[in-house]
């Protein structure tokens, strides 16, 4: 599986930005989908999770309420819809496939290149 996340860019606070993760290859709707980020000088930590079907979702705590994960699994895409934003969400943001645990990085086998999503004060 190939993934090519999109979406980034610049928005002040309280705005608001979509992210895509498009797959290649055949057989996306077998694994869980997550998001990850990582902010300068910091490691990379779990945002959300969807398993295969779509009907599981998980988020860290800083997020909920305000992102929502979503998946196409038609289109082999799945979705990080991002309002409110804050300060503290910059960072470059990163999909990822897996078949295991959703919430931790250990779960995932196949990670995209990431988009910078930086959020002005």
């Known amino acids: 599986v190939q993934l090519q996340a999109s979406g980034g860019g610049l928005v002040q606070a309280g705005g608001s930005l979509r992210l895509s993760c498009a797959a290649s290859?055949?057989?996306?709707?077998?694994?869980?989908m997550g998001w990850f980020r990582q902010a300068p000088g910091k490691e990379r930590e779990f945002v959300a999770a969807?398993?295969?079907?779509?009907?599981?979702?998980y988020y860290t705590d800083s997020v909920k309420g305000r992102f929502t994960i979503s998946r196409d699994n038609a289109k082999n895409t799945v979705y990080l819809q991002m309002n409110s934003l804050k300060p503290e969400d910059t960072a470059v943001y990163s999909c990822?496939?897996?078949?295991?645990?959703?919430?931790?990085?250990?779960?995932?086998?196949?990670w995209g290149q990431g988009t910078l999503v930086t959020v002005s004060s």
């Open positions: 990822a496939a897996g078949l295991n645990t959703m919430v931790t990085m250990t779960g995932y086998q196949y």
């Open positions: 290859g055949r057989a996306f709707s077998r694994y869980n």
């Open positions: 969807i398993s295969r079907s779509g009907g599981i979702t």
